[in-house]
């Protein structure tokens, strides 16, 4: 079980009401009424809990599970332990968001302002705000309703947050307009100055950065992650998009719906990820590159060039996957000492 100091769970639940909030069926003598009290990992479940299969490498675990319930494959059912319920779907790591989340809703906002926030007398905050303490509201700002927003938070002026989004701790937000239900993590600076400066022996001058930060709808970005405003056009981060912490984000740069950007991950100006985009963990793209829908750049990879929809790269500088592992074994052998 979660820890009750900081999560708070929502059961028991019943079996039949969290596989119709999963969209899973029922499995083979599963109980719709079966009550359960929380979710586990396989191999920590007991008999009052839930846990999920989504990786077969942990059948194993799966068939050794003291879980009361499980959310599997259909294929999988003939592996299950005796006595086990089964909820059944295509999607058991999904469906097992879902379910957890049932068992542990997002914190209710507390409405109003802290006694020691600063909330500027032009900034608009809709309904059902929550501003922590040593938080600072600037002028003009406007906040959409049930919009929380953490201590020591600096929400700059003009500023623009959709409904229910989630602002957390020390986050400094400029020079940008964001859309609902976002998950800001605390730490994240947004709308700083972009990169821009004419290099010159004489001194380098900046470039005013006159753009802004455009954020779409359901965008989480992690902790102390950085998105710099556009110089002129602006950045743009689509609806739906996944940033982990420690990005760099510079600015112009477009990221598509649906993209995903791994720890440590970094994004050079200028660059256009499409939509469903993948950077993993480390991954480096240079400047004024496109990056196809659905591509993925594999960790530390160095990107330089435009890589295809579709594609799958790796390496330093990035080639395809086939190719960079092509050239590992070539390296093998060549180095390869005999007995």
Do not use: W
């Amino acid at each position: 079980m979660a820890d009750p100091r900081f999560f708070r769970n929502n059961g028991p639940l019943q079996l039949g009401q969290l596989a119709e909030l999963a969209g899973a069926k029922l499995g083979p003598k599963a109980d719709a009424a079966a009550a359960f009290e929380d979710v586990a990992p396989l191999e920590q479940a007991t008999a009052r809990e839930i846990s999920f299969l989504d990786n077969r490498k942990y059948v194993s675990q799966f068939r050794r599970s003291k879980a009361g319930a499980c959310v599997v494959e259909p294929g999988l059912v003939d592996q299950a332990p005796a006595g086990m319920m089964l909820l059944l779907t295509d999607k058991p790591y999904r469906a097992y968001a879902q379910i957890a989340q049932a068992f542990y809703p997002a914190a209710s906002v507390a409405r109003g302002a802290n006694p020691a926030a600063h909330v500027h007398e032009t900034a608009v905050c809709g309904t059902g705000c929550e501003i922590g303490p040593g938080a600072v509201i600037g002028p003009e700002a406007r906040l959409g309703d049930q919009v929380r927003v953490g201590p020591g938070t600096v929400i700059g002026p003009g500023v623009e947050i959709g409904n229910g989004s989630d602002i957390g701790a020390n986050a400094t937000l400029s020079h940008c307009i964001i859309g609902k239900r976002a998950n800001i993590h605390p730490g994240v600076r947004i709308g700083q100055r972009g990169f821009g400066f004419h290099m010159d022996a004489a001194g380098h001058l900046d470039v005013p950065q006159l753009g802004r930060v455009i954020i779409g709808d359901d965008v989480e970005i992690g902790a102390n992650s950085t998105v710099d405003r556009g110089a002129g056009p602006d950045t743009v981060i689509g609806d739906g998009c996944k940033i982990d912490n420690l990005v760099q984000i510079g600015h112009n740069a477009e990221l598509g719906k649906g993209c995903v950007v791994v720890a440590q991950a970094g994004i050079s100006g200028s660059t256009k990820l499409q939509d469903f985009a993948v950077l993993a963990a480390q991954a480096g793209l240079a400047g004024h590159l496109t990056i196809g829908a659905g591509a993925q750049i594999g960790a530390q990879a160095g990107v330089m060039r435009d890589v295809p929809p579709g594609a799958k790269v790796v390496g330093s500088p990035a080639v395809p996957v086939r190719e960079f592992f092509r050239g590992v074994a070539a390296l093998a052998r060549l180095t390869r000492t005999k007995g």
